[in-house]
């Protein structure tokens, strides 16, 4: 459930960046502080672990109204994706509100996404919030790596893999091109605050 700050009156409302390693959680974030830069109040954080690291920083979204007369601020966050690092990635799930799985195009990144889709579901339910409930948009990252002659899997396969029975709205993206980064996030926040403002009712 969002930590609600009564004497700042905000509601903050915490989305994760979750996908195997190197399937481009960073480079989603670090497009998203490049362009809203303005309605970015705080630095970028960034907590390196050994070849892969945790980023984070506070989102002013405008135009999104109010959840009960309260202002809404967004925390993204992403998480490391190598397998070593799951003790930091179930800590930055913990109290969260909604999850962009950031999937890896590349075919030689296939087996990397399933599993860590599964990871996900897993780290999910020690907090007891199931995948299927909590809300969650796919991003098919990388599209753009087709130019450069780069394999890559058919989104029919993407989706049979990674979305056939989760139906999460899924985005083709390039985040180094920045093409559906702020699609995927519009798409996540108004999700997440939709089923928020269910919860509080």
């Not at 609600?4 to 960046?17: F, G, H, R, T, W």
């Not at 907090?127 to 058919?154: E, T």
């Not at 390039?174 to 980064?181: F, H, R």
Request: net charge positive.
């Amino acid at each position: 459930m969002a930590f609600v700050n009564l004497k700042n009156k905000e509601v903050q409302v915490k989305i994760v960046y979750y996908g195997p390693g190197r399937g481009g959680k960073t480079t989603n974030l670090e497009y998203i502080y490049k362009k809203f830069h303005s309605r970015i109040k705080t630095e970028m954080v960034t907590i390196k672990t050994q070849g892969d690291r945790t980023l984070f920083f506070d989102f002013l979204p405008l135009g999104l109204g109010k959840i009960k007369g309260y202002d809404i601020k967004i925390q993204l966050y992403t998480v490391p994706g190598q397998v070593k690092y799951n003790a930091t990635r179930k800590l930055v799930l913990k109290g969260v509100d909604g999850i962009v799985f950031v999937a890896d195009s590349m075919v030689v990144r296939r087996k990397h996404n399933i599993l860590s889709l599964k990871n996900l579901q897993e780290n999910l339910a020690t907090y007891n919030k199931s995948i299927f409930k909590i809300p969650l948009v796919i991003q098919y990252n990388k599209r753009d790596l087709a130019k450069q002659g780069i394999p890559l899997l058919a989104i029919s396969t993407l989706q049979k893999d990674l979305n056939s029975k989760l139906k999460a709205p899924a985005l083709e993206a390039s985040a180094l091109e920045g093409k559906n980064v702020a699609e995927t996030l519009k798409r996540i926040i108004l999700l997440t605050v939709a089923s928020l403002e269910r919860e509080l009712r």
